[in-house]
C-alpha cells in the first residue's frame, strides 16, 4: 500500500530551490538568483522554429516534467541499443539544463500505460503490455523471460530527483488488467484509472474490453461505467477530466457521459459532433484556462480526428489514407451537456498535442493528416504506420480571437523531424515546449518510412523575443483559500509602461503526463490579483491563494509563472495543497486590497487615467466576491 504521507527518508524534491532556479537561469541563458525568478533575454533557437537539442536515450511513448531541471521518458518494451542491468533500456531521464539523457530501469512492459501524479508529488506509471520478446511478440513468462526479462505491466513509481539517483519502483498490481487505461487526478490527491482492455489489439473488443474505473490508492472493487459498455471498438484511452463540480467529463467514441465517482452513478450528454476524438482516431484534447474572468469553470477543447463509423474500425481498407478531421469543437459540463463549435483547424490532423501555454493560448504540434494511431503488416501500412502526410507545421489557438481568425501559424516555421504514432509533447518551465518520440513499429527500426526516432527538439512560442519578467516573493507551497501572497515586479518587467500591471496575472499549472497525444493532467488556473503600482514604476501584484476547491485544481506538484504584457517568467515548482493524499485542508479566502497607482503616476503619459479607472479596467480584481462566486458556480452544479 502506498503510504499517504511522505516516510520519514523518502527523498524530497527541490521544489524551486536556489539550484533548481540557476539550472533553468543556465538553461535559458537567463541572470538572476532567488528569491527573484530568472529572466532576461531567452536563449534557444528563433522564435517560431523547432531546435534539435539532444537525444532521448530511448523513444518516447510517455513524458512528464518531474523537477525544474528533469523530464522523464518511458518506452515500451523494445530493442533500444542503450542497456541497463542486462537488457535494453525503456526509461530515461532527460535533464533539460544539460540536454543530456540517463537510462534507467522501469523493468515492466509500460507499452500503452497511462499515468498521473499523486498529491504527494510520487508519479505513477500505470497498466501496460503484457511481457514481450523481440518484435513484440509474447514472451513465455508473464514474470520475464529472456532476451528482454520484462514482467507484465503493472503499476510503477517515481518520486523525481535532481541528483541522478531515483529510479522507477514497483508496487503490487491492479485489481484487473487494463492496457490503454486513462488516469486523472482527483481532489484529494488520489488517482481515477478508468477503462482500457487485457491484451490489446488495434481497438477494443467484447473479449477484453474492461469497462470500469477503479482508485489507486485502492478502494476497493472496480466498478463499471455504462458509456464503456457501450462504446466498443474505439474506447481505449477514454479521455477524462476532473470538473470543478468535482464530478468527471468522459469522452469515449462518439458518446459523452458525466460520472459522479463518489455516489458510483453517471449520465449521458450529447454525443461529440463530426468525429470520433478517442484513440486510435486520437484527436488533441485540452481543458482551457480555468480564470477568475469565466469562474473558473472547465471548458475542454477536442481538434481531429476520425469521423470513422463504429464498424470500420476494421484493417480490410486502406485507413492510413483516411483523411483526418478539420473539427474542433468545445463542451463546458458543469454548465451544458451541448458541443459548441470553434474555428475548424487550417487542416485535418490525427494524433496532433494540445499544449497549454502560460499566456492561455493552445499550441497544437506534431500528428498527421490521414490515417490514425497504430501499427501492424498489413499491405496498406506505410511500412508499419496506419497514418502518412506528417504535419510538420505547428499551429496556435487563441479563444480570445474573433471567429474566424482563432488559429494562425504566423511567425512559425515547421520541424524537419516526423512526428506519428508514440510522439509526445511538454510545456517546460522555461516556456519552451519539448517534442520527441515517434515509433510506428513494433520494435525499434530504422529500416522504415517512419523510423524510431530519439532526436529531441524545443519549440519556442512568440514570447521568447522577449526579456523575461523576474518576479520577486513567488511562494513554494500554494494552498485553497487562506492568506494569499504579494509579487514584486520591477519597471523593467512592466516593459516600462504601468499600463500592463493591469492585465498581468499569476498562472499555475501542471504539464500533465503526455501520450497518445493527451497530457493526462494538463490544467491551467488563473489566480485572483490586484495592484500597487509605485512612484518608481515598479508594482505589486496582491494575489489569492486558489479558490477554496480542490477539484478546480488538484493538490501536488506544480509549476507557477507571471505573465506580464503576454510574456511569462520562468515558472519555478511549487506544492498546491498540503504534500499529502486525503481531504485537503479548505479555508475561505481573504479578500484583495484596493488596485492602487501611486499619486506622482495617475494621468501619466503611460499610466491610467485615474485609480477608479484601473479598477474597473482590470476585470480580474474582484476579491472576495470573485472567489465566492466560482466556488459557488462549482457548488451549484452538484446539485
Given at each position: 500500500m502506498l503510504p499517504c504521507s511522505r516516510a520519514p527518508g523518502r527523498r524530497s524534491r527541490p521544489f524551486a530551490t536556489a539550484a533548481a532556479l540557476l539550472v533553468y537561469a543556465a538553461s535559458t541563458g537567463a541572470a538572476g538568483s532567488p528569491p527573484a525568478v530568472p529572466g532576461g533575454p531567452a536563449s534557444g533557437g528563433p522564435v517560431g522554429t523547432f531546435q534539435i537539442v539532444g537525444d532521448s536515450m530511448v523513444s518516447a511513448q510517455q513524458l512528464f516534467v518531474g523537477t525544474a531541471d528533469k523530464v522523464y521518458i518511458v518506452d515500451k518494451t523494445e530493442n533500444n541499443p542503450t542497456q541497463i542491468q542486462g537488457h535494453p533500456a525503456w526509461a530515461a531521464e532527460y535533464a533539460l539544463g544539460s540536454n543530456s539523457a540517463r537510462a534507467m530501469d522501469v523493468v515492466t512492459n509500460s507499452f500503452c500505460a497511462g499515468g498521473n501524479v499523486l498529491g504527494n508529488g510520487t508519479w505513477v506509471n500505470i497498466g501496460g503490455n503484457q511481457a514481450v520478446t523481440t518484435g513484440g511478440v509474447t514472451a513465455a513468462s508473464q514474470t520475464g523471460s529472456p532476451p528482454y526479462n520484462d514482467p507484465d505491466g503493472g503499476k510503477s513509481l517515481l518520486d523525481p530527483c535532481d541528483d541522478g539517483n531515483c529510479d522507477w519502483s514497483l508496487t503490487g498490481d491492479l485489481a484487473t488488467r487494463r492496457w490503454y487505461p486513462s488516469v486523472e487526478a482527483l481532489d484529494d490527491g488520489s488517482l481515477l484509472i478508468i477503462g482500457g482492455c487485457e491484451w490489446g489489439g488495434f481497438v477494443n473488443d467484447a473479449a477484453q474490453t474492461n469497462p470500469t474505473y477503479e482508485f489507486f490508492p485502492p478502494r476497493g472493487n472496480p466498478v463499471t461505467s455504462p458509456i464503456l459498455t457501450q462504446t466498443l471498438p474505439a474506447n481505449l484511452?477514454?479521455?477524462?477530466?476532473?470538473?470543478?463540480?468535482?464530478?468527471?467529463?468522459?469522452?469515449?467514441?462518439w458518446q459523452t457521459a458525466i460520472l459522479d465517482y463518489k455516489k458510483g452513478t453517471e449520465y449521458r450528454i450529447d454525443d461529440v459532433p463530426d468525429a470520433v476524438r478517442?484513440?486510435?482516431?486520437?484527436?488533441?484534447?485540452?481543458?482551457?484556462?480555468?480564470?477568475?474572468?469565466?469562474?473558473w469553470t472547465a471548458t475542454v477543447m477536442f481538434c481531429g480526428g476520425q469521423n470513422i463509423a463504429s464498424n470500420r474500425w476494421v484493417t480490410n481498407w486502406n485507413i492510413a489514407q483516411h483523411p483526418a478531421?478539420?473539427?474542433?469543437?468545445?463542451?463546458?459540463?458543469?454548465?451544458s451537456g451541448a458541443y459548441t463549435h470553434v474555428d475548424p483547424l487550417p487542416e485535418g490532423r490525427t494524433m496532433g498535442n494540445l499544449i497549454l501555454l502560460p499566456t492561455g493560448q493552445v499550441v497544437c504540434l506534431n500528428g498527421a493528416g490521414t490515417g490514425v494511431a497504430g501499427y501492424g503488416n498489413d499491405s496498406w501500412a506505410v511500412g508499419w504506420s496506419y497514418a502518412d502526410h506528417p504535419l510538420l507545421f505547428p499551429v496556435m489557438f487563441n479563444g480570445s480571437a474573433p471567429p474566424g481568425s482563432q488559429w494562425s501559424r504566423e511567425g512559425f516555421t515547421p520541424s524537419t523531424v516526423e512526428r506519428m504514432y508514440h510522439s509526445t509533447a511538454t510545456l517546460l518551465p522555461d516556456g519552451s515546449i519539448l517534442v520527441t518520440g515517434s515509433n510506428p513499429n513494433p520494435d525499434y527500426n530504422v529500416n522504415v518510412p517512419y523510423v524510431t526516432e530519439y532526436r529531441v527538439e524545443k519549440f519556442y512560442p512568440p514570447y521568447f523575443?522577449?526579456?523575461?519578467?523576474?518576479?520577486a516573493g513567488l511562494p513554494l507551497q500554494v494552498g485553497y483559500g487562506g492568506d494569499g501572497f504579494d509579487v514584486t515586479l520591477s519597471k523593467d518587467d512592466l516593459f516600462g509602461d504601468i499600463k500592463h500591471i493591469e492585465h498581468a496575472k499569476v498562472v499555475v499549472m501542471r504539464m500533465g503526463f503526455s501520450t497518445h497525444t493527451m497530457n493526462m493532467g494538463q490544467r491551467m488556473v488563473e489566480l485572483e490579483?490586484?495592484?500597487?503600482?509605485n512612484s518608481d514604476g515598479s508594482a505589486i501584484l496582491h494575489c489569492s491563494s486558489l479558490p477554496p476547491n480542490p477539484a478546480i485544481f488538484q493538490p501536488g506538484p506544480a509549476f507557477i509563472y507571471v505573465v506580464v504584457n503576454h510574456v511569462p517568467s520562468v515558472g519555478i515548482q511549487i506544492m498546491v495543497g498540503s504534500g499529502q493524499i486525503g481531504q485537503q485542508p479548505v479555508k475561505p479566502p481573504a479578500p484583495l486590497p484596493t488596485s492602487v497607482i501611486a499619486k506622482n503616476l495617475v494621468g501619466s503619459e503611460k499610466g491610467n487615467a485615474s485609480v477608479s479607472g484601473a479598477w474597473q479596467a482590470n476585470p480580474r480584481v474582484r476579491g472576495w466576491t470573485g472567489l465566492v462566486a466560482g466556488v459557488v458556480s462549482a457548488m451549484m452544479a452538484l446539485v
Open positions: 484511452y477514454p479521455l477524462t477530466f476532473l470538473l470543478p463540480s468535482a464530478r468527471v467529463l468522459v469522452q469515449t467514441n478517442t484513440y486510435p482516431a486520437s484527436a488533441g484534447v485540452v481543458m482551457m484556462p480555468l480564470t477568475p474572468k469565466n469562474n478531421s478539420q473539427s474542433c469543437v468545445q463542451l463546458t459540463p458543469d454548465l523575443s522577449s526579456r523575461r519578467p523576474q518576479p490579483s490586484s495592484y500597487t503600482v
